[in-house]
């Protein structure tokens, strides 16, 4: 059934869908009407599971951790400085294998304080141990919360699913809403092998030595490597069940394309149109949507990038000392295959627009620069 | 907001065209002015963004059209305001080539008891009135939006809509 | 067009707020209107007192109303012990 | 002048409050009682708002804007900062609302007071999360609606104690305040400022969009809290406790509570039982800690 | 003077000299001695300004915020999950500029419970915005604490000098201490511009739109590029005054040599045991130590590799869904200018031994690869 | 069997304990009175490594590690997570010591107290940060040596009231209890374990190392807390306190500090203005909050 | 030599504990060690009650203590009512 | 690890040679066995892993050769002791070709009264001896170096350190 949802309204709806067991919550700007979504479907029983109203947001990841240990699906969403508060936390509870699923309103950093979107609050948890989807419309997010689950427990990693603050989180547009037995279909109970349990007693967390750490170190990487499949899989299984297909990247217009502006969350969504105007004038540009962030779909990258190619990756998101993080990431991991050029542009943050016009002009700088060598990242705004 | 949210719900239900309704970002306040924004299109709609030279026009509060909210508004725009002054006139000279209309929404809200007279609560009036206006649906799927939409005091919202929606509606067909 | 212009060094690297934020006027917030009837007021200050905008000033007998400020909340016609605070609508401008 | 607080104004106007905002009263009589020479550190609040976006400041003091849970920490450090600089006059205040006080702040004050750090800790409690648009703290009160707790039944649980929380900590100095006893309270700052040592100030400020009520009674609430009993005025030195508003007799907590939407939701019977619990606390020992 | 110093005392010892206004801290193993040296020289009047013992490292790190905004010189140090836990607190001061200066001292992250030394604690901060100094002797723990208030004060931006755990911070070595005078005239008091003052009332951290957030957030990223070369400015003046000299990177018999084995920390150390060890087989090997990660010296890397040179990089660290950061990192710096390999190895996670043997075996590998062809990070251990 | 104490033995040896641990003790006896059907939570603190490390266990139970600050709000979800699969019974306890209660985890033991989260949170004080080898915590009393605070006169400042603190929050049940009192301690644990809602057992916990006391001495310590008037066994449900352990005559403080090495610089004036403290709060009122 | 050997998938995501600490022998840690003289014991049990390491058994009359975990505190030497157990120096093995 | 330390500053006090102290990493609980390491040489030490194979090892604690710690120490190091006993002779036979010196630094420290008859503290007895019998460094060094690293109960440790030494020394140059 088709509602008009914001987004906020569309991750917190798809969590009751997927029957989640703890909700705890917490109030931060713009995600608060996730929370506020949350318990009032606990009230009204369409939320049935139990709802924690935390006093941080370092507990709501603790609660998180006790009650996904004690073998229920979990969620919570937050935002910016809630996240980064619970940063201990993502750390301690990727590295249990929990299979936790959470959202992220992006939203900028402090200081100083601004309430705009901006990915950096998500991406500098880059090395926590989640897994990270990032979301172009309202119905991805519901469609992306719903997979979450599907993905998180299958490799026992924690799923962030990311969202543009406002500009999704706020926004009201129609959103498809499948049945609850279709989503029972898709997403069957979590049940854990390990659990706290007094008939069967162990221990989670004990100190380990080294060798032990190692290893499951690099258990956590094979189960990363098998995210990606996951990835994929999910989202085709989804696309099969409701019609929607999602995977790691989401190509538009790019079997030909020259150059390709490489966008993540609510951004690949105007920059179709900004690819589309581009079309209009004859000119082969293309949009490649990175959906997950991590694990980082380096194999699914290096399959699509063509020699030859320029990206120009648009980062809404500024890592001091380094640049724009996708762009960053992006050429290690086509390190060194690849003639495609990289071309990092910083635009957007702390939320300003990214509009078509400017997508366009990057695209048009890009395309027409002289030589293919990356220059440093380039800080880019529509001026309006 | 939740003008935005009733009027992309309408145009749902209506089943023509999408809605995308987007708010202004930052800090809101009680009592503060506040912005948003709403595109329309038959297809899918990609764009993601503020607008930055609108086709249409709603203002829900009479007293801010100091603020140069109007300088955006492509030339043949309209205007939907809230006066009920002879203000309306001033403004209409001071931007020629837009077209205005006025609706009483203040007057049904008080008439209906939304808000207190110091501060009504003239959003559900002034959907209606947009609706009708801009033609983004018809009556009906407007009023089943208000009335999903609006928790408390359904009922008197959904007659405010219906009011403005008639008001906006006749004003609409009778001769400029 | 879209390059972000002049040198990143030539801009601060913290702002720091030194203006007052009285360049804002919140006047524009308010729908009704506070007007003090002179003939009535005692002069007793409770309005000033009382008001959240800090914008009732002491400089004369009978206090006046910074209108550029007074967002009309109301709290000094509820609170005026005199009664000499009439409210009517805010006028379109 | 027919009142004894000074006049100079040290909060402008032209603030981002809502209409009849308490907090903004509170911060008005506060830096009257306070003067000129101090920093005030906010952590995320209404009053990050209200202070004014950059580069405007609706405060004509040094501020510094903290993370949310860490104002009372903020605050020490300044504190500590301007003494390791020779600077021991200048008054160091943190300024925090409800949430970041009774919840995600309190740790750091626990610290703060345990350490007896040298700082003015206010919290302006308008009983919820208001700047992310009214759910429940810790300091809700019983009965009351938020968007985090939005049945009929409002909050279930009773407010957190927090005086009795920051006293089990001794500071050298508390007091409760509420802005319609607007002299009491720059008194209370007055004094403050001249105390060394951990000094505490919990506000009750009326928020008419939190509270749903109408912005011209944020006094008059501010006032029936006090005259229903529901909040005493009270001040702590070095353990003694003092009552600065001894009431003779008190109007009904009705009074205070149908004059807000948020209380909506209670019936007479739960409001009946309020009546008792205050009648009780007040009739067991009308000089005694709340 | 020499004297035989533990890393942690190194660094209290430094932090001394170096006159901070403000110290602020919290025990945390292995971590724990530089707070106890520091408290105990609080007492005996050699720690001459402020000691604040907080209740929480999220704290330490607000009051360091507060008290470096009043114009105070501050230090703290901290460890894993400490460090963790004042994330928020990291961007914020980041955000703020301030050139706070924090020791952290290398350990694992859980989940599970692991003391060993570990960089993903450290590393895992890399969006933050601190400058991030590692360290390979005591010597060089203290002369970095040195530096770095000279670094983040001319740059204002705060600076992690990091050691690793145990094996630097509860290691004795003889550590030649420069007399105060000559510190003095090295570091000269910190007297910032703007700062909380009654007589100059400013409001620090105001909420700011996008256009000024964009803004702020580029002249950080100006101010990072200088601080790559305050860096070695920095470590050149130092060496001409106190015969030690630094910079961001520090190479070992690299002239001519084919594989190079990149290290950061101690195992910088343990690698030129190696490389003399693999030289006197008649080989050519080298080691390249990455002494700074942030701001990542990608302008010093990329003039130091020489086409077809491969790098043989230890990551004593892991993002999962990534892989070893240091490779990362290294390999975007390098794209796609370089012709030179990179060939990523994890090892020593939680605190496993990075010896001498399984250096000189991992450079064998990479030396002798069939092609130059990276694959994705291999895992290694010695197994003893 | 000569004492009512359960001879079942959920903690096994082999631990990792230093000699006349108290600590184990505690945990010891806890575990008599709790049974089986327990879940323990355990932050950063010496359990953590008493637990033992993977893949041993020193507990027969099922036990969750969680980071310092959260242990409160790790078990309330433990609690949430097995009520939601059907399990209303197993209970859970969060079991933390004096640092990861007094001052890092305060914020989420005030937020589980305040949402009456049905738990029960034990915090074994051994007055300092004791698995990061002895430094000054919340809980160290004034005067005691600590690494972090090392000089002649110990830690300057008193130790935080925490029970006031915690009964500030009325939970439903409250006790206090040192190892020397095992049947005591039980018979607590046994009463808790039996109620709904939040309760919270304070327990003295003796500590050779951190105290500079000798291993065998711990037991006796614990004593001399009681008998000192030190340490009041107590209990409080719904409000109502009981003193479990009436002294009619105090044993001198000094029996108590001077078998411990951390006080030694502890003089004689010092010693008797804390032994006049002890006297005047037994003296005030023997039966009330200490 | 050094590559870690073996699927990593077959290594578990978690190393839960299920095995007794018991298997960690703590009778090394004693320097001291506790010897109890049957003929004056009363069989109280109060060594038993207060024995950190659990180690002094039940399953007598007179307590056995486990050797294999005694750390030798010696708070079963000063517990004990009736004084009967003595604390020698431990001999190395 | 305080031993460590002690060592560590006496050699380079005596200026020859450079010294490394590292200690097992990991879980510290007092009374529990820990392990240290020590590197030394006469040019810079670069390496700062565990030793897996010593030229020598000092065991403090009598109790302890139960655990299989003389595993490692290559065929022809020397083990310092603290024996006392003919548990010391059993040693040597299980462990031959390794030189063992034993000393009596327990009888020492509680002469000294160093610790408690229970817990004699004898690290610096024992650092004395290793002084001696690895040739580490002069006395003078060996005992300032004591002075500066033991805050408390100083002088009875320097004298700990001296009565060691001498005994060690003598036995070094003792017929074997
Ligand atoms: C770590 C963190 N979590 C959440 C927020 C979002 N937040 C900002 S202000 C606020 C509410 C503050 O409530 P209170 O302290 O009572 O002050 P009030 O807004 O009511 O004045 C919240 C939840 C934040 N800024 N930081
Ligand atoms: C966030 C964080 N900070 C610091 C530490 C280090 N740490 C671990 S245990 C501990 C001391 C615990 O003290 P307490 O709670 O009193 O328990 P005890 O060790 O005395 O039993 C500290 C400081 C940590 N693990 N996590
Ligand atoms: S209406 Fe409100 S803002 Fe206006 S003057 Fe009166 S009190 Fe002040
Ligand atoms: S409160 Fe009324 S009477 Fe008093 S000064 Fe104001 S207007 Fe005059
Ligand atoms: S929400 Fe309440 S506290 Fe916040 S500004 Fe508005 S009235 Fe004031
Ligand atoms: S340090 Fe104290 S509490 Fe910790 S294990 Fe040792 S004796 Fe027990
Ligand atoms: S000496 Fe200690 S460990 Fe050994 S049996 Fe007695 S009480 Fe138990
Ligand atoms: S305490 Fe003494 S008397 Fe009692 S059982 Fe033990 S050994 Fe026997
Ligand atoms: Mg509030
Ligand atoms: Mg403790």
């Not at chain 2, 020629?96 to 939304?114: H, M, N, S, Y």
């Not at chain 4, 809502?18 to 903004?24: R, V």
Request: charged residues 20%.
């Amino acid at each position: 059934m088709k509602k008009v949802l914001m987004g906020n309204h569309a991750a917190a709806v798809a969590a009751a869908l997927a029957r989640v067991q703890v909700t705890v919550g917490y109030p931060i700007t713009p995600q608060t009407q996730v929370y506020e979504l949350l318990a009032e479907m606990k009230l009204n029983g369409t939320l049935a599971g139990e709802f924690i109203a935390a006093e941080s947001e370092h507990s709501v990841m603790a609660a998180i951790y006790g009650a996904a240990t004690a073998g229920a699906r979990t969620f919570t969403a937050t935002s910016s400085q809630g996240l980064a508060y619970m940063h201990e936390m993502l750390h301690w509870v990727a590295g249990a294998r929990l299979p936790v699923v959470m959202v992220d309103v992006n939203r900028a950093l402090g200081a100083p304080w601004n309430l705009g979107t901006d990915q950096t609050d998500s991406l500098s948890q880059r090395d926590t141990g989640w897994i990270q989807i990032y979301c172009s419309t309202n119905q991805e997010i519901l469609d992306s919360v719903l997979m979450a689950f599907k993905i998180a427990e299958r490799v026992m990693i924690p799923t962030m699913v990311v969202l543009d603050g406002f500009t999704l989180s706020h926004s009201y547009e129609p959103v498809d809403v499948p049945a609850q037995d279709d989503i029972d279909a898709f997403l069957p109970p979590f049940k854990p092998e390990l659990t706290l349990d007094p008939k069967r007693p162990m221990t989670f967390g004990a100190l380990v030595g080294p060798k032990d750490y190692l290893r499951l170190r690099r258990r956590m990487a094979a189960d990363m490597a098998e995210a990606e499949r996951a990835i994929d899989e999910v989202g085709r299984e989804f696309g099969e069940r409701f019609g929607r297909f999602y995977g790691q990247l989401d190509a538009y217009r790019c079997e030909d394309a020259e150059t390709v502006l490489v966008t993540s969350g609510a951004v690949g969504s105007t920059a179709r149109a900004a690819v589309d105007a581009l079309r209009e004038q004859g000119l082969a540009a293309g949009n490649l949507r990175m959906r997950s962030f991590r694990p980082f779909p380096a194999q699914a990258l290096r399959a699509f990038v063509r020699p030859g190619m320029r990206l120009a990756v648009i980062d809404r998101n500024y890592s001091p000392g380094a640049g724009g993080i996708f762009a960053q990431e992006i050429k290690a991991a086509l390190y060194p295959r690849s003639s495609a050029s990289v071309h990092g542009y910083v635009a957007g943050l702390g939320g300003g627009d990214i509009t078509v016009e400017l997508l366009q002009e990057v695209w048009r700088r890009v395309h027409d620069a002289a030589a293919a060598e990356p220059e440093p990242a380039s800080w880019v705004e529509d001026a309006r | 907001m939740l003008a935005a949210k009733i009027l992309a719900d309408a145009v749902l239900r209506q089943g023509v065209k999408q809605c995308l309704a987007i708010p202004e970002f930052g800090v809101e306040r009680r009592g503060a002015p506040v912005t948003a924004y709403a595109r329309l299109s038959e297809k899918p709609i990609l764009i993601r963004t503020r607008i930055y030279e609108p086709d249409a026009l709603v203002v829900l509060d009479p007293t801010l059209y100091a603020a140069d909210i109007l300088k955006g508004l492509k030339a043949g725009g309209t205007v939907l305001t809230n006066c009920e002054t002879d203000a309306l006139e001033r403004l209409k000279a001071k931007f020629p080539g837009r077209t205005f209309v006025d609706v009483p929404a203040r007057r049904i809200a008080i008439e209906l008891k939304l808000g207190s007279p110091s501060s009504p609560v003239v959003n559900t009036a002034m959907c209606g009135a947009a609706a009708a206006v801009f033609q983004l649906c018809d009556l009906e799927p407007l009023l089943l939006a208000v009335r999903d939409s609006v928790p408390a005091k359904t009922e008197a919202n959904v007659e405010a809509a219906r009011k403005a929606y008639s008001f906006a509606h006749e004003r609409r067909h009778a001769p400029a | 067009m879209p390059l972000l212009e002049g040198d990143p060094l030539s801009f601060p690297r913290v702002i720091v707020s030194t203006r007052s934020m009285s360049e804002n006027r919140t006047g524009t917030w308010r729908t009704l209107r506070p007007v003090i009837d002179a003939s009535k007021c005692t002069g007793c200050l409770i309005c000033w007192k009382y008001c959240p905008e800090a914008c009732v000033t002491l400089t004369q007998k009978v206090p006046v109303i910074d209108m550029n400020y007074c967002k009309g909340c109301g709290i000094c016609v509820e609170e005026c012990p005199a009664h000499c605070v009439d409210f009517p609508a805010e006028e379109p401008v | 002048m027919k009142t004894s607080i000074p006049s100079n104004e040290l909060m402008s106007s032209g603030h981002l409050a809502c209409q009849g905002c308490g907090a903004t009263l509170s911060m008005r009589y506060a830096l009257k009682g306070l003067g000129a020479n101090t920093v005030i550190v906010i952590p995320a609040c209404c009053w990050t708002i209200l202070a004014g976006p950059a580069p405007l400041s609706s405060l004509g003091l040094p501020v510094l804007h903290s993370p949310f849970a860490s104002a009372a920490a903020a605050a020490c450090g300044v504190k500590a900062g301007l003494r390791s600089r020779g600077d021991v006059e200048t008054q160091v205040v943190a300024w925090a609302g409800d949430g970041g006080t009774f919840d995600i702040g309190l740790q750091a004050l626990s610290g703060v007071a345990d350490r007896n750090e040298d700082i003015l800790y206010v919290c302006y409690d308008n009983e919820a999360y208001m700047n992310t648009g009214v759910q429940r703290s810790g300091g809700t009160p019983q009965g009351a609606w938020t968007m985090s707790t939005p049945g009929a039944s409002g909050s279930t649980r009773p407010k957190k104690d927090l005086d009795a929380i920051i006293l089990a900590h001794h500071p050298v100095y508390f007091a409760t305040a509420t802005p319609a006893y607007a002299e009491d309270m720059v008194l209370k700052f007055t004094k403050a400022r001249a105390i060394k040592g951990f000094r505490f100030i919990h506000i009750l400020s009326p928020c008419p969009p939190g509270w749903k009520s109408d912005p011209k009674d944020s006094a008059r609430l501010s006032r029936l809290a006090v005259q229903t009993g529901l909040l005493r005025l009270y001040e702590v030195e070095d353990g003694r406790m003092r009552l600065n508003m001894p009431l003779s007799k008190r109007k009904p907590v009705e009074d205070f509570l149908r004059a807000q939407g948020r209380y909506k939701g209670m019936g007479t019977a739960q409001i009946a039982d309020l009546q008792r619990r205050v009648d009780e606390a007040w009739g067991k020992d009308p000089e005694s800690e709340p």
